[in-house]
């Protein structure tokens, strides 16, 4: 997995509890795996379709330092499909994890359209 986002978490993040407000996470995530899918599929024109399961493992506080972790898992006609890892930079201990988030690329009328890549393809653009 290749962790490539960090983020420095602040007052304006914390939750009612004094940690990381998990929306403010979530919304880091979507937006990395967006960045991440336009980047393998060459188009900035992609939208979330799924996200699985999110296991909240631990907690960051203020101070701390995350990193969001991203990994292809497979690719349809038109999505791709990754998994995410949050740790905390310094202690390595897991914050969140999610198996599966799938985008698919659009068209101008936001339905979906192939991107014309295979796995070969995203897999080499991982190396």
């Known amino acids: 997995m290749k962790f490539h986002t960090r983020k420095l978490i602040k007052p304006e993040n914390l939750n009612a509890n004094n940690t990381l407000f998990g929306g403010s996470l979530l919304r880091w995530i979507d937006e990395e795996a967006g960045i991440y899918t336009m980047t393998k599929l060459k188009s900035q024109k992609v939208v979330t379709k799924y996200i699985s399961e999110i296991n909240f493992i631990s907690s960051a506080k203020q101070g701390d330092v995350i990193e ?60």
């Open 68 to 127: 969001i972790g991203m990994e292809f898992v497979s690719i349809g006609r038109s999505s791709i499909t990754m998994k995410c890892l949050v740790r905390n930079l310094f202690t390595q201990k897991t914050i969140i994890s999610i198996d599966k988030i799938v985008f698919v690329r659009v068209d101008d009328n936001e339905l979906p359209k192939a991107h014309g890549f295979t796995l070969e393809d995203i897999k080499a653009m991982s190396s």
